[in-house]
């Protein structure tokens, strides 16, 4: 008597797993999104503190983000979590005219999960 799984057994085994998955890739893929917008929001933030930061120590907006690493209020450009890239970030100019970077806005395309879009963040 020889001692194995017939492929029908295996084949109920597979399917149970296909159908598992199923049920889980959509949750784990809802997840993953909520991760990048709650990053997204932290990363802006950061930049948001360390622009103002910079214009109460100097009484000038940064010339670009760079500047923000350079004179040490930031460790580093972060990446957008949604675009992967740390280049997409959309600078503000002060409204009141002149150079520098007031605010900054994610340069991602498309909506977050709330229905707003992500530059407007």
């Keep these: ?3 194995g799984f017939t492929i029908i057994e ?3 085994v597979m399917a149970v797993l296909a159908v598992l998955a199923s049920l889980v890739a ?8 909520t991760a990048k917008e709650v990053a997204l929001r932290h990363n802006l933030q950061g930049l948001r503190t360390g622009i ?16 923000l690493v350079a004179k040490r209020y ?11 890239s740390a280049t997409t970030w959309v600078p503000v ?6 150079n520098g970077v007031f605010d ?6 498309g909506r977050a999960r709330d229905g707003s879009s992500y530059g407007t963040w």
Excluded: H
């Design 10 to 12: 295996l084949l109920v």
């Design 26 to 33: 959509p949750r784990y893929m809802e997840k993953v999104q």
């Design 52 to 67: 103002d930061q910079f214009y109460r120590d100097q009484s000038r907006y940064p010339e670009n983000l760079a500047e």
């Design 104 to 109: 900054i806005k994610s340069g991602a395309p």
């Design 1 to 3: 008597m020889s001692r």
């Design 93 to 98: 100019p002060p409204k009141e005219g002149g």
């Design 74 to 84: 930031i460790r580093s450009i972060p990446a957008d979590p949604v675009t992967e």
